[in-house]
Every structure is written in C-alpha cells, then in structure tokens.
C-alpha cells in the first residue's frame, strides 16, 4: 500500500460513516482512492474528504468490488451479512461495525489499545469491531485487570440515542419540539417516547430477560479481553441524550486496587482519560466529550461492599471511539504492517 | 383526633407541597384543619384542599404553631432544621422529609410498606421520610431480603430533575428550549448544562469521592431495613427527565431466588407493582410511573455472575412515593392509632 490506501465506506451517508470520512481526514489517512457506497436515496450526492470530493455509489450486489484494500461497514446487519463476505472475497479486508460476525472464532474483534495484534488474525477476511458500549468499557478494563485481575463487573450503561442512528437523533429533536409546542410527539424510532423518558431496554429480548444490547456486552467483553470466564452482568438503558454512551461500572478486584493506584494505571492507558476531581466538578459527561477521541472515566472510588470493590463511571463518543474511530485505527494498524 | 386532625405543611407552594394538598385531597384525610406556610415571597396566595380553600402564611420564628396535630416539611435542610424541633416543641408530630434528622437514632426513619412500627417511635416528635431514591429500593427489597437474604447490592440511580425541586424543572425546560432557539442555555440549578447530558453527581462528594446521595441510599437502607451490616454500594446519575427516578438493582442473596420467585414476591408485597414481559413492551420507565403511587418493578432476570444473582430495574414517582405521599402514609398510620 505504498501508493497510498483504496477505501471504501459502506453506508457513507449515515452517523458513523460521515464520522470515518471526518476522521480520516483528521488523521491524514494515506488515502490512494475511496469510494463511497449508500442505498439508492442517498446515492448520486457528493462527500468531500481529504480534499477532494467523491460521488456516493448505490450499493447493490451488481457492484464492482475490485481493487479495494480496505472496507468499512457502517449499515444494517443485513448489509453487513451480505457485502462483508462479498467485499472480502473481491480481496478487500473488511472492517465491519456490525455485530454479525463478532462471535465468529474466525473474525477477530478488535480495540487497537486493547488487542491489537488480533488485527492480523482475520482469516476470513473480516474484522469486527465491538458494540459501543463494549470499547470504552474494555479500555478500562485492561488496565486494571493487568494489575489486579478481575473477579467481577456490574455494568449499567445510560446509552445516547446516536447509538441507534440518524433517525432516532432526528425523533429526539422532533418529540422534544412537540412537546413545546403541545403537540403529541410522533414515535417511530423506538417503543416508546424517549424525549424527557428512559427506556430500559437495547435491542431485542431472549427468553431470558436480557436484551440484546446486554448479552453483546457480556460475550464481546470476554473475547475481546480474552477472558472466557469473565463473570459479568449489564443492565442497557437508553436516554434523552444525544451522543456519548455512558456507563456506572463496579468491580471487584482479587488483587487490592487502590482508588489512586486505579486513577494512575487509567492515565497511563492508551486513549483512556482520568476527569476526577468531583468536587471541583470535574467527572465524565455526554456533552463535553462529544467529538473527543478519549474514553473519560471518572468518580473513581473504593465499593466497601466487597473486600476489593470499586466503582467508576465512563463516558465515550458512541460515533468516534465506539464506531467510526476504532474502525480507521484498525485500518491504521493494517496500513503500518504493510 | 376525632374531630380530625388538624395539619400544617411547611413548603406548601414546593413541588413536594403540592403533592402533598393532592394526595391529602385523594385519599380524603380525616382533615380538621390545615395551616400552609412557605416563604415571604410565596405567602399570602391560596392553595385548595378538600374542598376548601387555604392562605399560605409566611414561615417566620414568630409564627405561633400551637394546636398542630401533625406538620409536614419539604422544604430545604435549614429549614427543617430549624422548625423541626421548634415544631415538635409545639406538640406536633413531624414528619420531616429533609436528610437533617434521618439518621438520628432517636429518629425513625419509615417506609410504611417496610417498617411502620417504626412510626410510633418518635422520641423526639420527629419521623423522617427516606430520600426518594432509598424508598423505592427498601420496597424491592424487602420481599427479596425476606424470602433469600441480601448479601449484597449494587445500585445505579437514574434521577429526575424534579428531585431537586421545582426551579430544576424550570431550568431542564428553559436550557432545552433555548436549545431550539439557537441561544446559549443558562445554567443556574445545576453546575453543567442538564437537557440532553447527564450529571454524575447529585449533592455534594465527601473526602472519599461518594456523593451525598450515594451515602444517603447505603445509610438509610440499612436503617429501615434494620441490617446495619447490608452489603450495599451507589452510583447516582441525575438525568434529563421530568418526573419520576430510575434504579439499576443488581442483588446477590444467601439463598437461590428465581426471577419466577422474585416477581411472584414482588407482585404480592404492599406498593409494589410488576411490569415484566419485556418481549411485549412492558417495563417500568418514568413518564407512565408518573403520578403513580407504586413502586413499578421490572427487567427482573438471573445475573449468572454470582451463584444468587438477580438484575431488576424500577421506577417510582418521586415527588409521590418517594416524597409526599410516603409522608401521607406515615399520617394516616399515626391517625390510625389515636
């Protein structure tokens, strides 16, 4: 690839792909040619990135493939079932945000700060990359898990509603504009209203009780960490917010861990920042870390309820580090390789 | 109290308040007389009750408060903690929903559905109401405590805006609609801006980094539940919504209790409502808990990381349950008696 990159962007024109398009401008991506793939609505506009501007494809099976070195997929699990084998055979590695193939054995499921050298295990071609809600919690995770091995983790996640697209951000705004204007607000999107409300509920639900959301969490954590056994439970909810998933994690360690000693590994990590001095107001929020690369974690403090308990609270740009972002920094890693 | 009972609520024109003249008017208290009192700026309107109408009086140490059977306070901490005793000094029973005499020992502290023996216990002439986020959590819990023995509790708040009282929502509907009209939202109530973000942190943090409200839920459940020793840690997250507070419960019990199990003991216990068929849409959320009088229990499902775990999640009016009405209750429990 020393002539420079051929990408291509499946679903260019939805929240998470603008958002690669930013970010590989961003990191002067060593771009050779990129095309842009979309359903037929969007198909025929112009994106500019890098410089240049490029012509949105309609994505249909009749497409040419050839000659593309890496893909991303940031569409509908159907999309992601039916081009990612087609992309990978036509010799594109394939890095793909869907959670069809992350429990594959064959396709390794990736988070550059976490498990890096996975990247260079995709026999089929594909790549997944973690839900967003399962990246940021393994950031800071590792960390603390290399120095005092983890027994167990609660995990309650408040998830914004670009986690779920374009259209749900635009119902957002549109019920809460309703609702000013005493109109009765139009659900679409989700089950229920979600402006000014909480729905417990990410995904669909197994005959066990959990949702989707939940069960992704808690299998995707232990490939990822390489901790088949992990013990681990979440509970996914979703809230009026507009970007930035956050998370209340609690821990217990078999190693003491210090709330300090915890603050420092955390700041030594790879993409993780420590915001903790709450009583000067500084702890992790949606709004302040939109658009920002880093996992924030703060409120970091001793759970006396179990000999080596702590609890801590996260907030992540859904878009950029639980999307978009951790899919160009896997193709970084496979662009350095070569 | 024959003739009836002769009531004063300091706070009158507060959310709780407000509450309160509804809820006395709902369940038609044996009501001989009632005194409304609130600040100089408040006082002088007049505010309906059972059918009659009431001048609000200014709250002032002059004020005399002989010939009140009970008084209600919601007001602020000082307040409370001024009038309280001077209240009960004056033979009134006070039923005091500040955090100032919660943990007094020889203060009760009831949920009238978990410990109303409790309520005859007031040495001091004072009964204290939870805060709205405990009440709520001791009704799940009890039942559960009861049929398998708490070990341990892991707890993560959702919290209304109303919690913080009347200026808060003013404040969440004044940012959110200065949002809509392209203007800077102004913040005053809380330290960041509110509508569409979340705040981790409700109160203020002690040297160890817990907020007030975290200490709060660890104290005053161990305290009503009469388990001084409970396993119990707190995560508290105030959120963009109106009405009616959240809580993410994960439970571990001494003895095996089945989801089954649970919500059969859920579904039986006094002020408590079960709403659990996720796969149909039916789980506890704030905007249909509101105006509520039950504890609304859900999402309840085995937690496989521990040998007795269970998940739940709930939702309750916290200007209800969580407020007036619980000191209504404590009311009728003392008129029941005379």
Request: glycine share 6%; charged share 20%.
């Amino acid at each position: 690839m020393s002539s420079g990159v051929r990408i291509a962007v499946i679903g260019a024109t939805g929240a998470v792909g603008k958002e690669s398009l930013e970010i590989l401008e961003e990191r002067k991506f060593p771009l050779a040619h990129l095309r842009l793939f979309a359903s037929k609505r969007s198909a025929g506009q112009s994106m500019k990135c890098l410089g240049r501007s490029w012509k949105v494809e309609e994505l249909t099976p009749d497409a040419d493939f050839s000659g593309i070195d890496i893909a991303f997929i940031s569409a509908t699990d159907d999309i992601s079932r039916e081009y990612g084998p087609r992309l990978a055979a036509a010799g594109a590695t394939v890095i793909d945000d869907s959670s069809v193939f992350r429990m594959d054995p064959q396709v390794p499921l990736v988070v550059p700060e976490v498990n890096p050298e996975s990247a260079h295990q995709a026999q089929r071609g594909i790549i997944s990359i973690p839900n967003c809600t399962t990246t940021p919690l393994v950031m800071a995770l590792k960390p603390l898990h290399e120095a005092a091995t983890l027994r167990r983790v609660v995990v309650t996640t408040f998830q914004s509603v670009s986690g779920t697209g374009a259209a749900a951000m635009e119902e957002l705004m549109a019920q809460t504009r309703a609702l000013f204007l005493f109109k009765e607000p139009e659900v679409k999107v989700y089950p229920y209203q979600i402006a000014f409300n909480l729905l417990p509920q990410i995904g669909s639900f197994s005959e066990d009780g959990d949702c989707s959301e939940e069960i992704k969490i808690v299998n995707e954590s232990r490939k990822i960490l390489d901790l088949p056994q992990l013990r681990i439970t979440a509970t996914t909810v979703r809230v009026p917010v507009m970007r930035c998933h956050c998370e209340s994690v609690n821990i217990e360690t078999e190693k003491p861990l210090h709330p300090d000693h915890a603050r420092e590994l955390l700041s030594a990590a790879d993409g993780v920042a420590v915001q903790d001095e709450p009583s000067a107001g500084l702890y992790p929020m949606p709004l302040p870390s939109t658009g920002k690369d880093e996992v924030f974690v703060g409120r970091v403090r001793a759970d006396a309820s179990v000999p080596h308990g702590l609890n801590l609270w996260l907030s992540s740009d859904n878009l950029r580090k639980g999307a978009a972002l951790n899919a160009v920094q896997i193709a970084q890693i496979l662009v350095k390789a070569h």
